[in-house]
């Protein structure tokens, strides 16, 4: 049994692997769509000397430092702009760096599970974000590939959890850096106070003291990559200049950076609940499965008086995290139907929350031997059903992620590549530094791409700029591709 056991457990990690390798791989050759393009524009500007600066496509379409609406931020973009020093093409440079998140991320799920119940809660983990599916919306996620923070900054915030136990003011700098990927990684700081609680000796206000004693260096290492970040502002923009950026971080953040119907709670939990490449009920049912095996497992293992630490820190941090993030979500009735927004407290905190349940589940079937296990066959029954729930609903996620991979494309990275080269090369014989994209989407990715800079059509800055759209000129067209052509502006 043992031997088959083995066999199994390599068998299905081969298949996982082979899973994220083809995930993986139609990521990378997935369409650069407008918000990878526009978190582009960052390192290009800055290894073209021009500072940390975005295009500015929804500042005023001119170069703007230190841009408030680019929300992923310079734990992502500056490895990027490392990346591009080595040449090549600069969209697969760029989406390494993601990539490299996410096989992080993978890896820091793996350790937490084998740390706490062995090698099938690490495989479980490890699965979990790929039943995700972050595609269901006008701003998705399109993959792991994908030039955006979400994916780094869950990374970042499990390996934090890694290393609580041990090193906490790591953890603290790492939650830091998340929040540096992310800006909305910040959620996660009560999720972390209560990991350095559960981990504190103590009962009452000792408990509280002591967490207070190993809280503050990992609370003060948290806000280090900020203040740095912030002073680099300060120093490249001035006084004047850094409080108008504060007031524009200010704005964004309290706005959301977009103007929507308001949306519900119910809306949006039905909306986190249909992204999972199964049907809805089925994550509710898989969602109850987890719960339910999390409460039974620390209730029954605490009557015995056998209570790993390591879990309940993992499940109370967890479950502070997973609704830190859904909560705030769900009540943001500012906020719209997009899925990113929760997504880096759902990619790190829920996959810790299956490992936890994992970790119950083995502990409620692999206790009693005798009279005792047939007193608690009913028990054993339950949890066995509410694993083969939590099982086969991940399977079926990832299988449906997969099978997602193999769908047609209308446009992949290969096509906006052909159709942009013709519009590169007039760019680089004419010397044309800006392009405007008409309308925001879909243009965006190809003026990047073309080596222009990109502004939108309607601003001041770009009234005397010609247009690259998908649409037809109403002007002398000045060089088209298959898809997308170059306009001339309009007349006065």
Known sequence: MRLARTIAFWAIAAALLACHVIVIQHSLTARFWEDEAFNLTVPLNLLAGLGYSSDGALSGSMITPFDTRISTGPTVLLPVAGMLLFGGDPVISARLVPVAFWVLLIAGLAVLGARLAGRWAALSGAAVPLAFNGLGSYSPIQGPADLLGEIPAAALLVWALVVVRRRPWLAGLLVGLAVQAKLIAFLALPAFAVAIWARSPGRGWARIGHTVKRGWLPL??????????????????????????????????????????????????????????????????????????????????????????????????????????????????????????????????????????????????????????????????????????????LTAGIAGHVQQTFQPRGETLATQRADTDVIGDWVERTDTPWLAAQPWGAAIAPVVMSGAHVGLFDARAMRDVPRLTGGQCETETLVAGERYRVCAPPAG
Do not use: C, N, Y
Request: glycine share 8%; aromatic share 10%; no cysteine.
């Open 220 to 393: 003060l290492l948290a806000g280090v990559p900020t203040l740095l970040f912030e002073l680099w502002a300060l120093v490249s923009l001035g006084a004047s200049g850094f409080v108008d950026h504060l007031r524009a971080l200010k704005a964004f953040l309290l706005g959301g950076g977009q103007r929507v119907a308001p949306t519900t709670v119910s809306q949006k939990l039905a909306t986190l609940s249909e992204a999972w490449f199964v049907p809805s009920w089925a994550s509710w049912l898989a969602a109850f499965a987890v719960v339910m095996l999390i409460v039974a497992g620390l209730v029954e293992i605490r009557r015995r008086g056998r209570l790993k630490r390591q879990a309940f820190m993992l499940a109370t941090a967890a479950g502070v995290g997973a609704l830190a993030f859904v909560g705030w979500w769900s009540t943001a009735s500012h906020t719209p139907l997009w899925v990113r927004h929760p997504a880096p407290g759902v990619l790190a905190f829920f996959p810790v929350l299956v490992i936890v349940a994992i970790w119950a589940a083995h502990s409620l079937l692999a206790s009693d031997h005798g009279a005792a296990a047939r007193l608690r066959m009913p028990q054993r029954i339950a949890t066995g059903a509410l694993t083969l729930i939590v099982g086969v609903t």
